[in-house]
Each structure stands twice: as structure tokens, then as C-alpha cells.
RNA sequence: GCCGGGAUGGCGGAAUGGCAGACGCAGCGGACUUAAAAUCCGCCGGAGAAAUCUGUGUGGGUUCGAAUCCCUCUCCCGGCACCA
């Protein structure tokens, strides 16, 4: 009797031998094509949940396939170990943060190794060790050297949770991305990333194979807008300034200007406001600066505002124009200030109508009468009351409009951006500390290269006060200038944590490079990645990020491409309860027990057979047993003794195999992973008839276990590599070529026609390739069950699509 | 409000202009068993004794033919949300 399938026993097994054998072991001179497979390394939160698994299977099986199709695989793995977390546990349970996140890792390391995935940990990275963080400062000196990295005093996102800012990306729907809690405003001094020099070419996607829901996303989220600037002439004898500016996507609508709208941040306002006016305005200040984001940006809030007093001078027709203040205008997107055009544009009506400011009409809409609007008319229309452009078409307007205001002097084209730079700095202990050195007289003074890395120091006080802890460790602080040598202090604030996700993917080709990032020869081997997944969570923020991060350092010449993944792969999410799981929401289903249970080739399948990846769903392992029963049968396939009875069944199961081969081939390119395992299973369920029956010869039954095992291989690597042994071939399976399919078994010169009468199925006949479309509609008139449906009827029309049907239509 | 994606048996899903429901789960019936588990065989959208009819969120359209393409509406998921 041959031995009974024992996933544990086998999967420890070849783990293990695998592991002894280097495997998986990456070469860097190998001779074959390279592949670059990449997975989104997790956050250490302490334990990987059946989500990450859903992440990490489908990707290795791709990668394996690679592997087999001859390439050099490069599927590294690693960990995203610096961020607030694992400074909340040292708060809580007074655990140091490294030690905690090293706990974690190697608790997740083990996890990830019980998958058998062709992960090389020779290459592991560790974002939090300082062999790594060190290059993370080297990169932001260098993005420091270039002004892409500066220090500036701005109104932030702060959490008051996390007692940290955020950078505009974390804030989501006015909360915190870690802890929702709501975000207010605070102005501080902060590092910040120039990500906006290259809003532009982050906006190109040439190149790259990316889903087409990401870049819209990024695309909105850069939100670049072209309009016109256009200056508003100011005499106000206390004022230096003589104009205000605007930004406007509708100067075909300046004459119908009825007020001037500022952010109540623009630095114009206290110095605008007229006495009488003072009071109001700085009240209304004071109350919006109270007001969290969400209070202030939420949509369904009445416009309100405060007249400062003062007045500009629309210059296109001579009128004088009040200015006010309202929180419906962000200072911080194009000039923070806005014209309102109370008949065209929705916000400005309704803060007209409250106010009872005019509302004259400049862009007439079909049919006008000439009456007053009861809505804002926005669409467009001929302008009227517009002097020298009436009668133009609005959207020639603007084009005219903005040319005559450049000829004048008096505004001039532009564009405007969503996006805003990237504030890095975090006020926190568990990151990487910000290489600068604040020195009384030479201001901002970098660390220099020889002194990184600048080492977290251990010992620090993990106390939520809003400042970094390392700000209150005197030895970590205290320095002197690297410049005139005089007593400095250090920038105790630390990275936010997406500065080191930008470039892992570069540390992985050369991960043991002591003096330089990565090692040049190298990364031109390996970079870019080829296909690169993870979650659609990250569009704006990882994924945008690395994006910028990669073209800043290439034109930096540090790297010699601008876009670091090729390809990317949103996989779906895996739910528990209808939300995302995750531990804070106690709603995790842990993998390991399933592994222990059932073994962890059933576990890759069915996260391959739930479904496409890209959907994820509701997580169910209700179904797994079928997977289970699936390889029990897989098993007794290849080890029971076949017994042949003929040789008959030959060709009928060579066509399937090769269909299957086919199948699964093609699944694999288009990342199908469901509908190939379905593609197996129908395979084993026609081998387990064919065993029965014997009717094949013994050769094509060995073939035919060989080339399922081959199939198998990529899916359940350790099944297969021990019915691979059992069945007498030689280690490894996984060092073998991916099957190809024969042409002359997946075409055949007799196919299904299927036969219709007026579209609807009647019968189906068995008819040669070759066969005429007057041929078939003579085999299907003649059918029994077609019969009926044609006869004493007129044909008014027939129609043979070869290989497939024919309908035959009738009256 | 705007921009995406989606809705197919009891469940996960398959089929992307041509046989709806592959594959699997659950369920039902049977074989084996003292019995159970495991395993194997059969059935399995609805109505009907059957022929057949009907059926892919709703209503319409295009087509010889629509789950698939177009329009309308409903609901669900994701993103953005006063960006002038």
C-alpha cells in the first residue's frame, strides 16, 4: 500500500531540504532573463493575517511560474518596520519599540516561511535596523543637496491622537489613516519633500502597465487644473501691495464679479480689514482655525463669510469690488483667493443670496429672457455684459479673455495643482532621525555623510507630549556644528515611515552593501520591477511617493530609470465581517491553524481558487475541504499502480492534457489563478474515469502525471515535489521547464455544432471543421428535435458562424 | 455631488456577442460499513408528468442571437469631495 497523503510531514520536509539546498538561492550572474517580482512588504503590526496571505500566494505562484518559463527570479521579501504602532506598544506595555517590532518580525518571519515561498532571505531587509536607515538619511541628503528637501513653516495635519503631523495623503475624509481621529490644524516647522516640482510628470503613466483605477486616482489626487491668474488692483493707503491675485478656470466670466473671496489665512487680511470691520473678521479667523477639517470642508455647510471693508478694482470694466473672507476658500490652493461669480458658479450664488450681493448675469444660457437666475448657470453660453467680448462663445472666452489680460499686463495663464509637497517630519521617536543639524549660526546644517548613520539612541522616554521624545535626550540632541564647530542641536523629528518604502525595491538587489545604497551593476541588473502587487490603498500615498521618489533620484543620476514597477497588480481585500481585517479591529483570521490542519498547499490553492485575485471578497473556508479532497485525489493518482486495459483513451486524454497545459498557461499570463485550478481539477476528474476504465496505454498515463505534477508545481510546490520523487523523476520539480502544449492535440478536425431555430438552442451535432454552411443547415433540418421547429415554416434566413453554430431562422 | 468598479443558483464563482451556471462548497439520493467518518457513484436555478416554457439587479434598445454592447433606474463597494 503506498504511503497516505501527510501535507505536514511533507511540507517540513522539503522546506527544510529546500532551505539546506539554497534552492531558491538568487544569483546574480545567472545567464537567464531577469524577472523582478514584488510584493508589497507588510507593516510588523505582529501577525499576518489571512489577508497578507492573500497578498503574498497568488504572487509567488506567479513568480514560480516565471521561474519555470527560465527566468531569473528575483521575489525578495522583507519588512516595513518603522512607524507609530510599535511606539504606542512601548507606551502602553513599556516595551522598547525595537524590541517590540523584532518580536513581531520574528514571529511574521516565521509565518511567511510556513507558506514555501521562493522568497531568498539572504535578502531580507529590515527598514528599522540602521543598516538600512542610514541609506534612507544618505537619500534625504541628497534630495536636501538638490532643494528638493526643505524646512519651512506651514499650516499642517495633526493628529492630535498619534501627537504627530501628517502629510496630506494620511488625512482621510479629515481623519487619521492609522486612528481616525478627526485632524485639525496646526502651523509648525517641517521637513518637506518638493514632490509638486514633478506633479507634471507624475501625471504621465507612458511605459507602464498599471491599472487603470490607480492612475485616475493619482491623477485626481495631483488634480492639475489650467486657468488664468488674474491681478484685482488694490489702493489701500495702509497696503504695500497693489493688486490681489486669482486663480480662475473662467476668466470668460471676470465681468460678472460682484466680490473677492480670501481664505481667512491670506496674509492680506489683517492688513485689509478696515476698523470698523475688525472685530468680525478676527472673530471669524479665530473660529475657523478652531473648526477641524472635516467641520470646515464638509459640503453640506453653509457658506458663511465676514466683509473686511475693503474694496479692489476690477479692471476689465472699472467697478469696484468689496472684499470678503469665507472658509469655503483654502489658502493653500492657487493664490488662496478667489472672484466670485455669483451667476455662475454655485458656491458664489449661495453666498451672494446670503449676503444679498448682485448677481449679474455674464454668460447667457440658452433662451434667456433676460430675468434674473434662480441658479447658478454654469454650463456655457454667449457672454453678455462683457464690453468688447458680448456675443462671444463662453468657451472661446476664455481663451480671449486671458489673451487680452496677458496683452494688458493684468493676468496671465497658469496652472494649478491639488497636489502639495510632501511633509516627511513626524514628531515621533520610531523612525528615522532627519540627518540635519540645527546650529545657532549657521541655521540648517546637514549631518555629514561620514557621521550616518545619526542612531536612534535606545534609551528615551515614550511619553505622547506632541514633541519627538528624542528632543528631551540631551545626548542625542546636543551637538556641534559640523560647519564653525560651536554647540548645535540635532532635528530630533524622524521620517514618516513612506520615506523608506520608497526605495526597499533598490535595497533588495544589493541588500548587504555596507558602503553605498545599493551596488550600481547590480540594480541595473534587477530594477525596475517587473510586476510589482499590492493593495489600491496605497495609490496616493506608497505608490505616489516611490514614483517621485525614483525620478528625483534619477535625475539626481543615482538611478537610470524613472519609473520603478512596470507592471502593477491590485489584488482585492480580503473581509471579515464586511470590513478590511485588521488587528485593531479584532476581526483576523490566522492562517496557522489552517496550516497546521491541513497543510499549507491547500491553503495556496484555495486563496488561488476563491475567486479572481483582484476581487477578494468575504473570507469563507467552507469550501476548503473540496481543495483538500482535490489533492487526496491528486495523491492516489500518481501513486496507485495503473493498471492499462487499452490503448483507446490515448489521444482522447493527450487532447485534454494539452488543453490543460494550454489553459493553464494562458491562465497564468492573465492572472487567472481560479479558473486554472478549475482547468486541473477537471483534468484529475478525467484521469480518475481513465484509471478506472484503463484505457490507456501505461505511457501516456506517466506522461500525463508528469505534465499535471509540472502544472501542480507552481501552486502546491510540495505535493508535487513529492509525487515528483515518488514517481521516479529527479530533484528538483522546481528546477524544471514549465510544460508547452502540442498545436496538433489542442486543434482537432471535428468540432460541436451547435444548432439554433431563431436563436434558441435546439440540438447540438458533431460536424468536420471543413463543414459548409449548406452542409450544416442540411445535417441540422434533418435533426429529430429540429424537425418541429422548421417544418411547415418558412427559412427566412440562415446564419453559420464555422466552428460554432448555426441559427436557422424561420417564420 | 463627482469619478471608478460591481450585481449571475442556497454560497464562492465560470462564460466578454453564439450551448448560462464550468470548477468547487452546501444539500439530496445511493454504494461501502455493525455504525459513523473517510471514500466512491448519481442528482442538484425555477415551473412542469413530459414535451416544453422560463431565468444573469430594474425597465427599454441594438442584433438572426445579449449575462456580455447602448440608454434608464435601483442597490452595493472603492476613491475624491467647497480645488474656484
Known sequence: MPEKYNPQAIEKKWQQKWTDDELYKVRDDAPRPKWYALTMFPYTSGDLHIGHWYNNVPSDVLARHKRMLGYNVLHPYGFDAFGLPAENAAIRQGIHPFKWTMQNIDNMRRQVKSIGAIYDWDREVITCLPEYYKWTQWFFLRLYEKDL?????????????????????????????????????????????????????????????????????????????????????????????????????????????????????????????????????????????????????????????????AYCVNRLNNTKVPIWIADYVLASYGTGAVMAVPAHDERDFAFAKKYKLPIPVVIAPPDWDGKALREAYIEPGKMVNSGQFDGTDSEKGITAVSEYLEEKGWGKRTISYKIRDWLVSRQRYWGAPIPIIHCPKCGVVPVPEKDLPVLLPEDAEFKPTGES?????????????????????????????????????????????????FDPAKLKKWMPVDFYSGGAEHAVMHLLYTRFFTKAICDMGIVDFREPFLRLFNQGIILMGHSKMSKSKGNVVNPDNYVAELGVDTVRAYMMFLGPWEQGGEWDDSGMSGITRWLNRTWTLATDEYKS?????????????????????????????????????????????????????????????????????????HISEELWQITGNKYSIHNQDWPKWDEKYVTSDEFTLVVQVNGKLRDRLTASVSVTGDEAKKLAMGLERVKPFVEGKQVVKVIFVPKKLINIVVK
Open 469 to 517: 521624545p528624542l528632543k528631551y535626550n540631551e545626548k542625542f540632541v546636543n551637538v556641534k556644528c559640523p560647519k564653525c564647530g560651536g554647540a548645535a542641536k540635532r532635528e530630533t523629528d524622524t521620517l514618516d515611515g513612506f520615506v523608506c518604502s520608497c526605495w526597499y525595491m533598490l535595497r533588495y538587489t544589493s541588500p548587504h552593501e555596507n558602503n553605498r545604497a
Open 149 to 309: 528637501a526643505y524646512y519651512g513653516t506651514a499650516p499642517v495635519n495633526w493628529c492630535p491622537k498619534c501627537q504627530s503631523v501628517l502629510a496630506n495623503e494620511q488625512v482621510e475624509d479629515g481623519k487619521c489613516w492609522r486612528c481616525e481621529s478627526d485632524v485639525v490644524k496646526r502651523d509648525l516647522a517641517q521637513w518637506l519633500f518638493r514632490i509638486t516640482k514633478y506633479a507634471d510628470e507624475l501625471l504621465n503613466f507612458d511605459g507602464i502597465d498599471w491599472p487603470e483605477r490607480i492612475k485616475i486616482m493619482q491623477r485626481n489626487w495631483i488634480g492639475r487644473s489650467e486657468g488664468t491668474e488674474i491681478s484685482f488692483a488694490l489702493d489701500h493707503p495702509s497696503v504695500a501691495e497693489k493688486e490681489i491675485k486669482i486663480f480662475t478656470t473662467r476668466p470668460d466670466t471676470v465681468f460678472g464679479v460682484t466680490f473677492m473671496v480670501l481664505a481667512p489665512e491670506h496674509p492680506l487680511v489683517v492688513k485689509l480689514t478696515t476698523p470698523e470691520q475688525k472685530a468680525a473678521v478676527q472673530a471669524y479667523i479665530a473660529k475657523s482655525r478652531k473648526m477641524t477639517d472635516i467641520e470646515r470642508l464638509s459640503t453640506d455647510k453653509e457658506k458663511d463669510g465676514v466683509f473686511t471693508g
Open 645 to 717: 486495459s487499452s490503448a483507446d483513451g490515448d489521444e482522447e486524454l493527450m487532447r485534454l492534457l494539452h488543453h490543460t497545459v494550454k489553459k493553464a498557461s494562458e491562465d497564468l499570463d492573465k492572472i487567472r489563478l481560479n479558473t486554472m485550478i478549475s482547468a486541473l481539477m477537471e483534468l484529475t476528474n478525467y484521469m480518475g474515469k481513465v484509471k478506472e476504465s484503463g484505457s490507456v496505454s501505461v505511457n501516456t498515463w506517466n506522461e500525463t502525471i508528469k505534465t499535471l505534477l509540472l502544472l501542480l508545481a507552481p501552486s502546491v510546490p
